[in-house]
């Protein structure tokens, strides 16, 4: 089973940028498709972007433009590159190996404890 640890998360103050990161062990992700979630407080965890093992990615309208997912298929690493940070980004984010399938990013039951990011003035 995939184990994962992410880091990065910080706080931040709005318009900035942070670089979040996934280290994975237990298996390969290059056989995966990725992605990174989030979840805000007393809000369900939401899908933020998705990378498949080919590289093609894909975005939640509210961060396109603005985040950056990227993977390391060598390292076993998935990033998430933040830009123009926003109050509404706050929440912990928590990176996910699983399957891209018609149009849909279905999750494996495999969460790291995830990294918290908070925007705030």
């Known amino acids: 089973q995939v184990q994962f640890v992410e880091s990065g998360g910080a706080l931040v103050q709005p318009g900035d940028s942070l670089r979040l990161s996934c280290a994975g062990s237990?298996?390969?992700?290059?056989?995966?498709?990725m992605a990174w979630y989030r979840q805000a407080p007393g809000k369900e965890r939401e899908l933020v972007a998705h990378?498949?093992?080919?590289?093609?990615?894909g975005y939640a309208d509210s961060v396109k433009g603005r985040f950056t997912i990227s993977r390391d298929n060598a390292k076993n690493a998935l990033y998430l590159q933040m830009n123009s940070l926003k109050p509404e980004d706050t929440g912990v984010y928590y990176c996910?190996?699983?399957?891209?399938?018609?149009?849909?990013?279905?999750?494996?039951?495999?969460w790291g404890q995830g990294t918290q990011v908070t925007v705030s003035s």
């Open positions: 996910n190996a699983g399957q891209y399938s018609g149009g849909k990013y279905y999750s494996t039951n495999s």
């Open positions: 990378i498949v093992r080919r590289g093609s990615t």
């Open positions: 237990g298996t390969l992700f290059s056989v995966y498709d």
